[in-house]
């Protein structure tokens, strides 16, 4: 779990950037694709299942397009559907997280920066 716990970081981080949220849910997803489904608490699986069902990740160039042109086709509501999974993707592997606190919920949602 310590991988998907190190990506998940990094997907949060780049959610937490200025810019157009598509910019930021494209780097995102790029460390999205990275978790395996066994590397994620069970409660958490169907919010990584909805955000990278539908990418095809058979070649880094292929994958890259592919998550591009999965966000640029995304609307407002779809967009901020992704960044609530991600950040319930993250604090659900948090919490497993030795001597990281459970009760704080990262801060991109509460930020309001969708």
Do not use: F
């Not at 780049?14 to 395996?36: F, N, T």
């Not at 066994?38 to 890259?64: C, F, M, N």
């Amino acid at each position: 779990m310590a991988d998907a716990w190190h990506e998940l970081q990094r997907a949060v981080r780049a959610l937490r950037k200025r810019g157009e949220i598509r910019l930021r849910l494209i780097e995102a997803y790029r460390a999205l694709v990275r978790l395996r489904q066994k590397d994620l608490p069970s409660e958490a699986r169907h919010h990584h299942q909805w955000l990278v069902g539908s990418i095809d990740a058979r070649t880094s160039e292929r994958l890259h397009a592919e998550i591009r042109d999965c966000i640029d086709a995304m609307n407002a509501a779809q967009l901020s559907e992704a960044v609530h999974r991600i950040v319930a993707l993250h604090d659900a592997v948090k919490v497993y997280q030795p001597g990281v606190s459970p009760a704080h919920r990262s801060d991109v949602c509460q930020r309001g920066e969708i």
